[in-house]
């Protein structure tokens, strides 16, 4: 059948070329199933995109498109499914570093008696650009395209990340205590200050400021934070209401829930975005409405934590702009988003008693245009549109466990996985195709991981 399909186009594209002129463009791709994402949930079945540059010029029938378009390189795609690229909305990259290095913990436990220690013997620019370059190969592997970040060394991050070809929203961390790559907070801000006006203008990363939380922050140093993204316009990351232990401290210190403080400070922005957000009450929700505050939603790092579970559907419900995350390796342990769409469905209907909570176009669209709509970008990227970016992936749909397959939604969420992925696109850029990389040698990124995780083991006593 798929041998069928090949001909056909190749005739086409035969039949094509002996006719009018053709518009000239760097891309085309054919899909079995294109997924659009825009409005109106719009599937073309089969259908096609044209790329010219960094944009989507049009999206129509294969027929359309080849009668219509040139491309200098052409990536067929029949029998698979074409999405726009996911859209991870918070990750701590480099902390790949620290996947399995401990588990079956609390947060706090987890934080304080080994992730902080941890990084404070081993957290170095060498370390995050080893880790950020493992974390790049393994989103572009399993389809994301864009990635929210909080940590050290943000600027080294924004290198690797752009070098990898990816698109970031990549937040320098600010915290109250010593750490690698700033002594005090008010150092951390200077440091975001400077990565703030070095990526300001690029086109694949947006610099960010990142207040760790409001409980490794005071006052000062969170409206100072708040008060830079303003300055330049910028993003502002947060950790919001990720445990109860987090809103008994801000009830007992503050008389007020995280939210609810954080908006005595004047701490919210259209701009900002929350991670987490699971223990949130109706005016909480409110609160962060009125401000267009996004949500980054997390289920298996919440899980895996025992942090508890986000009010998905009166997220929903609210209309707030929710995406969804991995988090960082170290506490899911991978950074595969086909696994969060899976899991934030599943989450969500065991929450509620509810089988119709979260459906699979919903989990598809947080993952998508939802994390978009969250980080501001829903102009730029998470649906494929004419005028966006090119940034799309290409998933098989082969496997016995895809077989057979009655709707290309319900695959994608409930049975597709990271390594389905064969193509991914960024910015109209081939970062990977049939599962060939043509931005990161695989084996030489893998190895120089492995170098390291011995120098992390050494340095934990593990």
Known sequence: MRAKCVAAVLALFAIAAAQAPRRAVSLIVIGGTVITENAAHQVLSPGAIAIDGTDIVAIDTPNAIIRGFSAAETIDELGNVVL????NTHTHAPMVMYRGLADDLALMDWLQKYIFPAEAKTVSPEMVRIGTRLAALEMIESGTT???????????????????GLRGVLGQTIIQFPVADAKTPAEGLKRAESFIKSFRNDSLIVPAVAPHALYTNDAATLVACAALGRKYGVPVIIHLAETEDEVKIAREQHQATPVGYLESLGFWGPRTLAAHGVWVNDDDIQILKKHGVGVSHNPESNMKLASGTAPVT???????????????AASNNDLDMFGAMRQAS??????????????????????????????????LIGSLEVGKRADLVTVSMGAARQTPMYDPISHLVYVTRGDDVRSTIVNGKVLMKNRELRTLDREAVIDAANRLSQKVRAAVGR
């Not at 990635?147 to 990898?164: L, N, S, V």
């Open 314 to 328: 009166k997220y929903l419900a609210a209309g707030i702009a929710l995406g969804l995350g991995t988090d960082g």
């Open 346 to 379: 599943f989450l969500a209907k065991h929450a509620t008693h509810d089988p119709t909570a979260v459906p699979a176009q919903t989990a598809l669209d947080m993952a998508t245009i939802g994390g978009a709509r969250a980080l501001g970008m829903e102009k």
């Open 84 to 87: 726009p690229g996911l859209v």
């Open 146 to 164: 864009t990635y929210a970040d909080m940590y050290y060394f943000e600027e080294e991050i924004a290198k690797t990340t752009r070098e990898a």
